[in-house]
């Protein structure tokens, strides 16, 4: 049989300048994503999914938080997190839904980084070349508006109609310039006020 | 030098065709998305004073961290410039087509042949494939191989994305007879 995974790719980005200006503070964002064979693949409709969850949904976990943790500089360097799944278009959606829903998989990447908060996520089915933009947010404080931010991921030639990419995401800190306050400093605002307003 | 990001993408690939690379085939990209030197001067005659300036710093901003990301000895490659619409494919040309930008690699990697390229003009997002071939025999045909990057909100009209590729071994599963075979 074939290997489960084709290959890993890992992508990096630093942020130094926005509008011609140096950022507040140089965030890094990564992401990791496996191509992996779709487990289910060939096989109809499959009711019970756990067997493979079980099976896969652990190793790819570390094998992706590892390479986070690597591209970030450490475990303690990371702030926000976030995954995600692209199901190649023979595969059912709930494929993907299946290997990053579930504590074997959410679980490995929470407890790597010592996170508390419940994991960001998209899942979509695509064909290969599909860009998916992976949302993040705070690893201990999902409320923490600074860290609401996304990052994309685009594997060239993958997800085959029977692959799956599974994929984690991790950044360094808040948005770069972040300045749109926080529920905290919000002013009291009715929503009668907001109905009225035109542009 | 007005540096907006660095992208870095790190490509491992565990299996081909339905069988097994071990070890895993590694290549590796760094994209500097910079402000084009040349933005808004019009026809620009003579593009060296900016060459000797920017050229020498992209060299070694870029080198270094594609090597670093890499992992391993570069075995393979190679260059890219994609110039944002407002500017001329020269602009880029002109940052990677010099020694003083493609020695910086060349040190850092033991290499001594000519870095492939490619250079483009294109809107942001574009996809882009860079070529690669080995870096001290670029007759090498298992080195012969291509590696596709893309940055999402790069570049814009007045930016160029300069990029170094690296890989560790040639194509994964590479079995083409030498060049030499055919002479």
């Known amino acids: ?21 140096p950022v507040d503070r140089i965030t890094r964002r990564a992401v990791a994503a496996a191509v992996i064979r779709n487990p289910w693949h060939g096989r109809g409709y499959v009711a019970d999914l756990q067997p493979e969850v079980r099976d896969v949904a652990p190793c790819l976990a570390r ?51 010592d996170g508390t908060s419940i994991i960001a996520f998209a899942e979509q089915r695509a064909a290969p070349g599909a860009p998916l933009t992976v949302p993040l947010w705070h690893k201990t404080a999902s409320a923490t508006r600074s860290h609401y ?35 905290t400093t919000d002013s009291a605002v009715e929503i009668t006020e907001l109905e009225g307003a035109t542009p | 030098m007005n540096v907006r990001k660095i992208v870095t993408f790190v490509e491992e690939i565990h299996s081909e065709g339905g069988n097994a690379v071990r070890p895993a085939a590694r290549t590796a990209v760094v994209l500097a998305v910079i402000e084009n030197p040349w933005a808004g001067e019009g026809f620009v005659d003579d593009l060296a004073p900016l060459i000797d300036k920017v050229a020498p710093e ?38 990677i087509h010099t020694l003083k930008f493609g020695d910086h690699f060349r040190t850092a990697a033991n290499a001594t042949t000519l870095l492939p390229a490619v250079e483009k003009r294109a809107p942001a997002g574009t996809v882009f494939d860079i070529p690669l071939k080995h870096v001290t025999d670029a007759t090498t045909r298992s080195h012969h191989q291509t590696v596709e990057a893309r940055v999402a909100d790069a570049p814009r009209a007045d930016e160029i994305v300069v990029g170094l590729a690296a890989a560790a071994q040639g194509r994964p599963q590479a079995r083409l007879a030498p060049l030499s075979s055919e002479q």
């Open chain 1, 1 to 21: 049989m074939d290997p489960l995974i084709r290959k890993i790719v890992t992508m990096t980005e630093d942020v130094v300048a926005e509008l011609g200006r």
């Open chain 1, 63 to 113: 094998a992706l938080t590892g390479r986070l943790i690597d591209a970030l500089g450490g475990a303690d360097r990371v702030e926000a997190f976030g995954k995600a799944a692209i199901v190649g278009v023979d595969g059912e959606t709930e494929h993907g839904s299946a290997l990053i829903h579930t504590p074997y998989f959410g679980d490995v990447l929470r407890d790597a980084v």
């Open chain 1, 149 to 183: 931010q996304t990052v994309e991921i685009r594997v060239g030639d993958a997800p085959r109609p029977d692959e799956i990419v599974v994929i984690a995401a991790a950044s360094s800190g808040s948005r770069p310039n972040a300045r749109i306050g926080d529920r």
């Open chain 2, 58 to 95: 992209l060299g070694a901003l870029l080198a270094p961290r594609v090597v670093e990301a890499l992992g391993a000895p570069v075995e393979a490659y190679g260059k890219a410039a994609i110039v944002g619409l407002d500017g001329e494919i020269e602009h880029g040309s002109a940052l």
